[in-house]
């Protein structure tokens, strides 16, 4: 009988191999996590209520570990067997994200754990573009781009038959998971070696600068890892002294008491040589870059809507780039209108908590919110484990550097993308109600116990 590594330890063996991997790969990524730990160190030293709180949900420990890549595909081949060889890591798809109305020819999902404590073990995410050529208006650059990809094979083939053997065998050994993180990261890793010549790349780029990076290379290469800090404002004034050049603007929500959502920055993209194919042509190319977020609790349906209508006030999607000189302010004053306490949130229906029992004895039919007043249960928010179409959009746009944005008809093609995707994608709001759900009926049932 041999004995299974748990997906949730595969997974952690991968993010570190990839975190290393970036770190030799990108020196500034291993600035930014030193930057972020202290950071973190010295929030948890000068709020020990917040400590306390992360300790108790349990969330403490997967702060050293935590952060998410991105990376971009060209096929639906490519694209359905990602989906095989993050589902040997426990990552399932999460989300739909269309960025084509900001200007990206892709659309996008993350592959994530989705249990909460696979979670809270490693809650290491891929958020995972697809090309959508089809939005390219020139047919030529479409044919060519199209051409080339299929030419290529992104995975190594003892990748593809350790993913085969652990979906026959419904896991893999000890040696087998480290065998299968190698041979995955390898997918992963940064050539600098085109797969075509100048004039090709050079036209690809015109057409868009990340047809040119999706298409041009040998594989889907990491484009950035993001570290969790517990104040992005703050490691966000410590950029520069690190020697990082940071984007202006903090994606998301404004800084608040009660952090919701998800806030990110980034550092610019860095300028890498390119060498070309049978030929002594030098190019650059620049993709890759570093990020930092701040999480914050989940939101319900009404709690997302309220955000999307509040953003909105201050910033269209046609100009995610939000570079305007008072934006921090309008952002600032237009959230005055998103109460700022767990309670409010909590009592209004726009945010997920996770109920739990403080005290063993207590009326089970009275409601949580009479519950919680007396003490015997508490609410520990649900952390916002996925991503926020018009902050990914800003991402990628400050990294495509000052040209002309592109702009695409609004082109929402969930279902073609799952169609590539060969499964459906989850949908986020969904899994924290589930969450929250099964957390009351655990509680209602403990108490139920203790009355009989
Ligand atoms: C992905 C950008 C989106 C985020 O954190 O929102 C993203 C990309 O540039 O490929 O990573
Ligand atoms: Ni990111």
Redesign the pocket.
Same mark, same amino acid.
């Given at each position: 009988m041999t004995h299974f590594v748990h997906p949730d330890e595969v997974r952690s063996r991968f993010s570190r191999a990839m975190s290393d991997m970036y770190r030799d790969e990108v020196p500034q990524y291993g600035s930014l996590m030193a930057l972020v730990a202290q950071v973190n160190g010295e929030v948890l030293k000068t709020q020990p209520a917040l400590e306390r709180a992360m300790e108790q949900a349990d969330e403490l420990e997967r702060l050293d570990v935590e952060r998410?890549g991105?990376?971009?595909v060209g096929t639906k081949e490519e694209l359905s067997t990602l989906r095989r060889l993050f589902a040997v890591m426990g990552m399932e798809a999460v989300g739909y994200y269309d960025l084509s109305v900001a200007g990206v020819p892709v659309h996008?999902t993350a592959f994530r754990p989705v249990l909460g404590s696979s979670l809270n073990r490693n809650p290491f995410r891929v958020?995972t573009?697809l090309l959508r050529l089809e939005l390219i208006a020139d047919a030529a650059v479409r044919e060519e781009a199209a051409a080339i990809l299929a030419r290529r094979q992104i995975f190594t083939e003892r990748a593809l038959a350790l993913i085969a053997q652990c979906e026959a065998a419904g896991g893999l050994s000890d040696a087998e998971a480290d065998e299968f993180v190698r041979e995955a990261l390898e997918t992963f890793r940064w050539h600098s070696d085109a797969t075509v010549d100048a004039a090709t790349y050079d036209k690809l780029h015109k057409a868009h600068r990340l047809i040119a990076d999706v298409v041009c290379f040998k594989g889907p290469h990491i484009?950035?890892l993001?570290p969790r800090t517990l104040d992005i404002d703050v490691a966000q004034a410590g950029m520069p002294a690190h020697g990082m050049d940071a984007k202006d603007v903090v994606e998301g929500p404004p800084r608040r008491a009660c952090p919701i959502l998800l806030r990110?920055t980034s550092f610019k993209a860095l300028q890498e040589r390119v060498l070309f194919p049978g030929s002594d042509d030098q190019g650059t190319h620049t993709a890759r870059f570093g990020?930092i977020?701040q999480r914050g609790v989940a939101l319900t349906r009404k709690g997302r809507a309220l955000y999307d209508s509040l953003l909105a006030n201050v910033r269209s999607m046609g100009n995610a780039g939000s570079a305007s000189a008072n934006y921090q302010d309008r952002l600032e004053s237009s959230f005055a209108a998103f109460p700022d306490s767990h309670d409010a949130m909590r009592q209004q229906g726009l945010a997920f908590y996770r109920y739990v029992l403080q005290q063993p004895v207590g009326d089970a039919s009275a409601d949580i919110e009479t519950l919680i007043a007396d003490g015997v249960v508490r609410a520990e928010p649900i952390v916002y484990e996925d @991503?926020?179409p018009v902050?990914?959009a800003g991402? @990628?746009q400050s990294?495509l550097g000052g040209e002309v944005q592109k702009h695409y008809e609004a082109n929402q093609a969930q279902q073609a993308f799952e169609a590539d995707l060969g499964a459906r994608v989850h949908d986020e709001i969904a899994l924290y109600q589930a969450m929250q759900d099964a957390s009351l009926q655990a509680v209602r049932e403990a108490l139920a116990q203790a009355d009989v």
């Open positions: 998410h991105a990376i971009r996008s958020f573009s484009n950035h993001t990110q990020e977020e @991503f926020l902050s990914a991402i @990628f990294n």
